[in-house]
């Protein structure tokens, strides 16, 4: 596993990656997961962060990111769908998806 922090108007967040697709995204205050390597190079991890910059700048209205969903709940997996890719859902209400 992998990690990045990128800032954002609610603090830093710490991006998760594997070679899947990006795992988690945890809020300020908490730690990579145990043993992940940092690798703010990472193309899923900089894709992420450019994208979230993009997000909080008002400038994006979806995400364009390969998941893993391996350590998803079924519910997880349910809301990982194109249609909730999308910050605002498809009810026009905001969002943000992030499996833990």
């Known amino acids: 596993m992998r990690f990045a922090r990128v ?13 899947v697709g990006l795992r988690e995204v945890r809020w300020p205050g ?4 145990q043993g992940a390597v940092d690798a703010p190079d990472d193309p899923v991890l900089a894709a ?8 909080f700048a008002g400038e994006r209205t979806a995400f364009d990111l390969p998941l893993d969903l391996a350590a998803a709940t079924a ?3 349910r809301a990982a769908t194109p249609c909730s890719r ?8 905001p969002i943000i998806f992030a499996v833990r």
Do not use: I, K, N, Y
Not at 30 to 33: F, L, N, T
Not at 48 to 55: E, G, H, M, V, Y
Not at 86 to 93: A, D, F, L, Q, R
């Open 48 to 55: 992420a962060a450019d994208q979230l910059r993009a997000w």
């Open 30 to 33: 908490e730690d990579p997961p």
């Open 7 to 19: 800032a954002s108007p609610v603090g830093d967040l710490t991006l998760v990656a594997t070679d």
């Open 75 to 77: 519910f997880q997996r």
């Open 86 to 93: 999308s910050v605002s859902g498809c009810g026009g209400t």
